[in-house]
């Protein structure tokens, strides 16, 4: 590196309460195409350090005022990238010792050799140039590293979703086939238990036409009550397999929702149930067959009454997008046991005492008849959201 180099990179600020060697130095430095500035004080010079930065300072011992060794120290922790060389006429060990540690990078007896002094400013500069190299490769370690560490929190957060949406497509799928296994069996077995049942109904009436005894003709009602049951129980499990007759026309879901939330008027008020409408946006008409809408409202509507019977709030949020219509259904209930919630579209999971378990299964089949989504968005002790989304474009 030669000094004409150097002087083009290198700013170097003198120090010296002595105008000759300011002069001398400043003439030498000069000469070897240094940036060279000159102060005769310490506090000027640190002002002078603020505003032009120097790569290096030459900084005399013994000054008035702010003397070297304390203006050494505050060079080095306010301004780490100016290095020091230190300017004594004391030679002493101890001194020697003192400034190294105070941050000095070298120090120079006077009188100085011309010589000397250029070699030893010349090796404090290539040091200085390694270390701020050394400093700026760490701090470009760190963040590389940093960025690698945000990389693979994304890629892990993009594996975690990735995961739960293989998850939820493993668990469709799992619901499709018993659906369809449902279908095929429920088929079989509405055809083989509703001949027998009929015959039991049949010499059932024969039985009670020609009867008197007003106990037995009571025990021959309670036959006919469980020959429906059997009945609707075959039903609700054909409903949840595969789609009935139905009939497609122009729906407004928000007069099916008032007309199913009024049915369960007298419910809601004997629990003391308040019911909430939050229609923020009603949506155009939906290609629907209405019957089909209604069941997915009553069976959630029924949950909801069902999971609070001392009072609490119903709730109903209706809103739409443009591409579909969101429908929330909140309560204020216990809410649905985490163990329980990849069960209850299940046909015959029920918690109830007396329940089927195929209302959430019906539900769901008729959601995802019109491409929809069903799902739990909420479930804690201050009740559940089921959310229902339908396309508006549903045929």
Same mark, same amino acid.
């Given at each position: 590196?030669?000094g004409?180099?150097?002087?083009?990179?290198a700013k170097i =600020?003198?120090?010296d309460?002595?105008k000759?060697?300011?002069d001398l130095?400043s003439?030498?430095?000069? @000469?070897r195409g240094?940036?060279?500035?000159?102060?005769?004080d310490?506090?000027?010079?640190?002002e002078?350090?603020?505003?032009?930065?120097?790569?290096?300072? =030459? =900084?005399?011992y #013994?000054?008035?005022g #702010?003397?070297g060794l304390?203006a050494l *120290?505050?060079?080095?922790?306010e &301004?780490?990238?100016?290095?020091v060389?230190?300017f004594t006429?004391?030679?002493?060990e +101890?001194?020697?010792v003192?400034?190294?540690k105070?941050? /000095?990078?070298?120090y120079v007896?006077?009188? &100085?050799?011309?010589?000397?002094?250029?070699d030893?400013?010349? @090796?404090v500069?290539?040091?200085r140039?390694m270390e701020?190299? @050394?400093?700026e490769?760490?701090?470009?370690?760190e963040?590389?590293?940093?960025?690698?560490a945000a990389?693979?929190?994304?890629?892990?957060?993009?594996?975690?979703?990735?995961?739960?949406?293989l998850?939820k497509?493993? !668990?469709?799928i799992?619901?499709?086939?018993?659906? !369809?296994?449902?279908?095929y069996?429920?088929?079989g077995?509405?055809?083989e238990?509703?001949n027998p049942?009929n015959?039991?109904?049949?010499f059932?009436?024969l %039985?009670k036409s020609?009867?008197e005894?007003?106990?037995?003709?009571?025990?021959i009602?309670?036959?006919?009550k469980e020959i429906?049951?059997?009945?609707g129980?075959?039903?609700?499990?054909l409903? !949840?397999?595969?789609?009935?007759k139905f009939?497609i026309?122009d729906?407004?879901?928000?007069r099916i929702i008032?007309?199913t939330l009024e049915?369960? *008027?007298?419910?809601t008020?004997l629990h003391?149930?308040?019911?909430?409408r939050d229609y923020?946006?009603?949506?155009?008409?939906?290609? /629907?067959?209405?019957?089909?809408?209604e069941q997915?409202f009553?069976?959630?509507?029924?949950?909801?009454i069902?999971e609070?019977?001392k009072s609490? *709030?119903l709730k109903?949020?209706?809103?739409?997008?443009?591409? +579909?219509?969101?429908?929330?259904?909140?309560?204020?209930?216990?809410?649905?046991?985490?163990?329980h %919630?990849? @069960?209850?579209f299940?046909p &015959?999971?029920?918690?109830?005492?007396s329940?089927?378990?195929?209302?959430?299964?019906?539900v769901?089949?008729i959601v995802k008849?019109?491409?929809?989504?069903? +799902?739990? +968005? *909420?479930?804690?002790n201050?009740?559940t959201? &089921?959310?229902?989304?339908?396309p508006i474009?549903?045929?």
């Open positions: 590196m030669t004409e180099t150097r002087g083009n990179q =600020l003198i120090i309460d002595e000759i060697i300011l130095t003439i030498i430095l000069k @000469n240094y940036q060279v500035l000159t102060t005769p310490a506090i000027t010079g640190i002078m350090i603020r505003s032009a930065k120097p790569d290096l300072v =030459l =900084l005399d #013994m000054m008035p #702010m003397d304390t *120290k505050e060079i080095r922790k &301004f780490p990238d100016s290095y060389i230190m006429g004391k030679g002493s +101890e001194i020697a003192e400034l190294m105070a941050g /000095a990078s070298d007896l006077k009188p &100085f050799n011309n010589q000397d002094l250029a030893r400013i010349d @090796n500069l290539k040091i140039a701020i190299r @050394n400093r490769l760490l701090r470009e370690r963040r590389l590293l940093e960025e690698i990389w693979n929190r994304e890629l892990e957060q993009r594996v975690q979703e990735k995961s739960e949406a998850e497509v493993q !668990a469709e799992v619901q499709t086939e018993k659906l !369809a296994a449902l279908g069996l429920s088929a077995m509405a055809h238990i509703r049942l015959s039991i109904s049949l059932t009436q %039985l020609g009867m005894d007003q106990e037995k003709l009571e025990y009602d309670k036959i006919f429906d049951r059997i009945d129980i075959m039903r609700k499990l409903d !949840a397999s595969k789609r009935p009939e026309k729906v407004s879901i928000d008032d007309t049915t369960f *008027k007298p419910q008020e003391g149930i308040a019911v909430e923020r946006c009603i949506p155009p008409p939906l290609r /629907a067959d209405p019957s089909e809408l997915i009553t069976n959630l509507f029924l949950n909801a069902h609070m019977p609490g *709030k109903v949020e209706l809103d739409h997008d443009g591409q +579909e219509v969101t429908v929330r259904v909140s309560d204020t209930g216990k809410g649905i046991p985490r163990d %919630l990849s @069960n209850i299940d &015959f999971f029920t918690t109830k005492s329940g089927s378990g195929m209302g959430l299964a019906v769901r089949r008849t019109y491409k929809g989504k069903i +799902e739990v +968005e *909420k479930s804690d201050n009740g959201t &089921f959310c229902v989304k339908l474009a549903a045929r």
